[in-house]
């Protein structure tokens, strides 16, 4: 996921979440929950840097990630959730804010 937030393709990264929502999701509301990212791409400017920020696990099947992404006219927070039913991790929901309290990151 956040390779292609880095490469900032709005609909490689729809693809790819939704390949791995196990059906919790459809077309549509991937891309009217991902919309906003577009415009911001395209003003926010070159990237320089992303990292993993934070992790937290509740339980052992059910984690959410925190990623940091720089870019020349400010920051990106992305908050991943992700869930087990079974032997593989699939996507439940992802938020991103230009603020990290907006995402839920308290430290």
Known sequence: ???LITNGSFDNL?????AHSNGFTSVVDM???LINLQPFW??????????????TKYGEAFVRHWYLF???LGTLFVRCTM???GDN???LDM??????EDTGLTH
């Open 1 to 3: 996921m956040a390779e």
């Open 14 to 18: 729809t693809a790819d979440l939704l």
């Open 31 to 33: 891309k009217a929950g």
């Open 42 to 55: 395209s003003k926010a400017g070159a990237l320089h840097s992303h990292e993993h920020i934070a992790e």
């Open 70 to 72: 720089v870019y020349d």
């Open 83 to 85: 869930y087990r039913p």
């Open 89 to 91: 991790w699939l996507f």
């Open 95 to 100: 938020s991103y804010a230009d603020k990290p």
